[in-house]
C-alpha cells in the first residue's frame, strides 16, 4: 500500500520568512495529493490539493510543487505569519484508490 | 463548523469497559472515514464506509468494531482496548469515496485506556 514520508517533523521561522515541507510516496499510481492545516486543538483542514497532471499549484501565499519522476512533493508558504503556526499533513491515496495516507506532520512555529 | 459532529468530546475507559464512539455528518456525503491520530505518529486510516459499505479496514484489531446504519452516522465500537489505544479519533466525511476528495474532519473523540 501507499507510504507517505514527511520532514521535516517541526520547522521554526520568523515572521516573514518562507516555508519549505517535503513529502515523498511510494506508490507511484497515487495522482492525488492534498495538505491539511491542523491548528492546536482544532480539525484538519485542507488547504491547497495537487493532481498529478499539474506541476506546480498556487493559491495566494501557499503553493505546492510536485515531481511525480521523483515521487516526491512540497508545500512552499510564503511571507510566514503566526497564524500559519499549525501542524501540516500531506497526503496521498491508498494504492486502492479509496482514502487518503497521511504523513506524520511537520509542526511549524512562526515567531514574530 | 464543518458540519461533522463527534461525541463524546472525551472520553476515559478501562481496559474491559465497553464504550461507542458517535459521528454525525450534515452534508449529504456518502462515504465516511475514522482516523486514529496518535502523538508523533501519522494519521491513520483505520476504516472507510462508502454507501454504508465498508471498502478498508486496514488490519486494524478486531476491538475496534465500526458501523455505518445510514449514510449519515457512523459508530466506532470499542471492548477490551489497551492503553496504547489512547489516541484522538478523527472521523471525517466526502462526496462519495471517490479519487481527489476534500476531507471534512469532525473535531475528534479524545480518549484515555487507564
Not at chain 2, 476515559?12 to 469497559?17: C, D, P, Q
Not at chain 2, 483505520?46 to 446504519?69: A, D, I, T
Request: with cysteine; aromatic share 8%; net charge neutral.
Amino acid at each position: 500500500g501507499e507510504n507517505v514520508e514527511q520532514h521535516p517533523s517541526t520547522l521554526s521561522v520568523q515572521e516573514g520568512d518562507s516555508a519549505v515541507i517535503k513529502c515523498t510516496y511510494s506508490d507511484s499510481a497515487s495522482n492525488y495529493f492534498p495538505w491539511y492545516k491542523q491548528e492546536l486543538g482544532k480539525r484538519p483542514q485542507l488547504i491547497i490539493d495537487i493532481r498529478s497532471n499539474v506541476g506546480e499549484k498556487k493559491d495566494q501565499r501557499i503553493a505546492v510543487t510536485l515531481n511525480k519522476t521523483a515521487k516526491h512533493f512540497s508545500l512552499h508558504i510564503t511571507e510566514t505569519q503566526p497564524e500559519d503556526s499549525a501542524v501540516y499533513f500531506c497526503a496521498a491515496l491508498s494504492w486502492a484508490g479509496t482514502a487518503l495516507i497521511f504523513g506524520k506532520g511537520t509542526t511549524l512555529s512562526v515567531s514574530s | 463548523e464543518t458540519g461533522v459532529t463527534q461525541t463524546p468530546r472525551h472520553l476515559v475507559m478501562g481496559m474491559t469497559n465497553k464504550k461507542s464512539l458517535k459521528c454525525e455528518q450534515h452534508l449529504g456525503h456518502n462515504a465516511m472515514y475514522w482516523y486514529k491520530q496518535s502523538a508523533k505518529k501519522p494519521l491513520e486510516l483505520m476504516f472507510v464506509y462508502s454507501l454504508e459499505e465498508r471498502v478498508e479496514n486496514n488490519s486494524v484489531p478486531s476491538r475496534f468494531s465500526p458501523e455505518c446504519p445510514n449514510s449519515s452516522h457512523l459508530f466506532l465500537h470499542l471492548h477490551t482496548l489497551q492503553p496504547e489505544d489512547s489516541a484522538l479519533y478523527l472521523c471525517a466525511s466526502s462526496q462519495d469515496g471517490s479519487r481527489e476528495e476534500k476531507l471534512f474532519f469532525g473535531s475528534g473523540t479524545q480518549l484515555s485506556v487507564l
